[in-house]
C-alpha cells in the first residue's frame, strides 16, 4: 500500500513538472519575423548636394499634330543603356486613344537617345490602346520583359482588354513581337485593368532573391477590382499570380531582406502596403498621410536602393487655375526605413509634373524620368502647343542615396 502511494505521488510530481515546463515554453516570445528598423540617427549631417549638380534632359516631346507621349516608364539595362518606354498617343492626349507602346535607347547615360521605336505598332492599326508599358530586368540573364495592356478603342469596357508581353534579349536594341499572355497572369473571372505603370523588380535579397516581381491590375467585368504582383522564379519562363491587396496604380521596390512595399493611388490619396513573402501576400493597405495629397489624384513612383532605403517621387500639387490643372511641383521623398517613415524631401522642378518612374545607374546615379511642362500645371484647354508636354529625364548624383547627404 505504502508503495502504491508512493508510485502516485511521483506519478503526480511527472505530471506537475510537464505543466511548468509546457507553462515555460508558452510563455517564450516567439521570433520577430518584421524587420526592426534601427535608430540610425540625423539624416543629411555629413554633405550636401547642390542644385547644380541635377541635370535635366527632354527624351520625348509632344508634336504640331496632337501627338503626345505619356506614361513613362525607365530601367537600367544590364550593359547600361538606359530605355525609357512611353505611350505614344497618335492623335490625342487622351486615355484609351490611338496608342502604342514605344521605347528610346540611350549609351551615355542619357545624353543623346536612340529614334523612337514602336514595340505594340505591328499589332495595331489604329483600334486600340496599348497602355501601362511596365518592364522588368532580369538582372542574371539580361532579359527585359515588357508588359502593357491592350484596349480597345472603340469599345473600352474591360472585357475586351487583354495583357501582352515583349521582351529584349540584346539590352533594348531589338524586341521580340508581343504576345498575349491574358491567361497566365490574371484570375479567371477577372480582366486585365493595367500594369503599375512603372517598373517592376527582381529581388536581390533574401529568401526571394532572384523573383521578377511587378504589380497588375485586375477587375471584374463591373470594374471592380484589385491590385495582384506577378512573379516568376524562372526567369520569366512561367508567372504566377499573388494575393490581393487594394486597387489603384502602384509601383514596387525592394525595401530591405525579405520585405517589397508597394505605393497606390487612391482617389487624391497615398496608401502603402508590405509584402514579407516575395508578393504571394501583403498586408492590409494604410493610408500614407506624409505623402502629397493631389486633388484627382495622380500616378507617383518609388524606388529601392539597398538596404532599407526608399524613395518616393510625385508631384507636391496645389490649387488648379482656369487654364491649368493641378499637377505640378515634383518632390522627391527619402526613407531610410523601408517605406513606413520619410525624413527627407526636396522639390527638384517647380513647374508642371505629372507621372514618374525611377532607377540607378551603373554609377551609383539616380535617373527619374516624369511629364513635364513648362508652367504651373498641364494646360487644360484644347489649343495646346509642341512641347506642352514632354517627357524629361533628370539625374540626380549618385550621394543622394547615401544616408549622411542630402540637398543643401
Known sequence: MIIKN????????????????????????PEVTEPLMPDLGPEGTEGTIGSAEVTRTTVFSAAANNEVFRIPSVITAKDGSILVFAEDRHESWRDKSYTDVVVKRSTDNGKTWSAAVSITGSLNAGDFAFMDPTPVLDENTGTIYLFCNRWNELNTDYTNNRAFMSKSTDHGATWSNPVDVTDQ?????MYCGGFGPGHGIMIKEGRYAGRLVLITRQNSATGSGNCYAIYSDDGGSSWSIGGAVSSGEAQIAEAGEDRLYINIRRGA????SFSLDGGASWSAAQQDVSLPSVDGGCQASVLGTGSNMVFYCGPESGAASDG???????KLFRSATSGSGWTRSQVLYEMASGYSDMTLLQDGRMAIIFEA????????????????????????PAEITDYDYWFE
Request: aromatic share 6%.
Open 6 to 29: 508512493i508510485s502516485i505521488v511521483l506519478a503526480g510530481l511527472m505530471t506537475l513538472s510537464t505543466i511548468v515546463s509546457g507553462c515555460e515554453k508558452e510563455i517564450q516570445r
Open 185 to 189: 497572369i490574371v484570375n479567371a473571372g
Open 269 to 272: 490619396a497615398r496608401y502603402s
Open 324 to 330: 491649368h490643372d493641378n499637377r505640378y511641383g515634383l
Open 373 to 396: 511642362g513648362d508652367e504651373k500645371g498641364f494646360i487644360k484647354t484644347s489649343n495646346r502647343v509642341p512641347g506642352w508636354l514632354r517627357l524629361d529625364l533628370m539625374v540626380l
